[in-house]
């Protein structure tokens, strides 16, 4: 599913729900790792943060 937070956004897989700025989610550290902007996401995964000018893509 898809989370909005201010100007960016992070694509995540069903069956993870660790995504959050600011703390507000406690996510599994095991299976997550916080990346740009304070967004947590699945470790393997890629994050897309529409905040940086360049779009770049975080490969986790």
């Known amino acids: 599913y898809r989370v909005f937070e201010k100007k960016y956004f992070v ?3 069903k ?9 507000r989610y406690q996510p599994d550290v095991n299976k997550c790792k ?7 996401v ?4 890629t994050v ?9 893509n975080f490969d986790i």
């Open 48 to 56: 897309y943060d529409e905040t940086l000018e360049d779009k770049t």
């Open 34 to 40: 916080l990346v740009g902007s304070g967004v947590v």
């Open 11 to 13: 694509d995540v897989p």
């Open 42 to 45: 699945p470790t393997g995964k």
């Open 15 to 23: 069956g993870y729900d660790c995504i959050k700025c600011c703390g």
